[in-house]
């Protein structure tokens, strides 16, 4: 199993939601846990960040509209997307660190547009 896997993006019209998943291994107990975002020709940027005390921490571009929260027993957390915009086109990544090492999913892309 990949450390880290990340499912859950598409396609949605502005407006629209979705819900990406973030799956991790078992190397990984009540772990802060990030998501971020690249869209094409722009910096990457930190979107919304569990820390494992459960509170949150969200970019401004996206407070209001997106909700992270975990499932501690599958150990997967989840990044829940809402009133998209066209701005929020991006690939999606899924961070966090075990035993000093950081670990990067592999990614998924979410296409807003009508």
């Known amino acids: 199993q990949a450390p880290l896997l990340e499912s859950g993006g598409g396609w949605v019209q502005p407006g629209g939601s979705l819900t990406l998943s973030c799956a991790a291994s078992?190397?990984?107990?009540?772990?802060?846990r990030n998501w971020y975002r690249r869209a094409p020709g722009k910096q990457r940027e930190l979107v919304a960040t569990?820390?494992?005390?459960?509170?949150?921490h969200y970019a401004d571009s996206v407070k209001g509209r997106f909700f992270i929260n975990r499932d501690h027993v599958a150990r997967t957390v989840f990044l829940q997307m809402n009133s998209l915009k066209p701005d929020d086109t991006a690939s999606y990544y899924c961070n966090s660190e075990a035993h000093g090492i950081e670990y990067w999913g592999q990614g998924t892309e979410v296409t807003v547009s009508s």
């Open positions: 078992t190397i990984f107990d009540f772990d802060t």
């Open positions: 569990i820390f494992s005390n459960g509170s949150t």
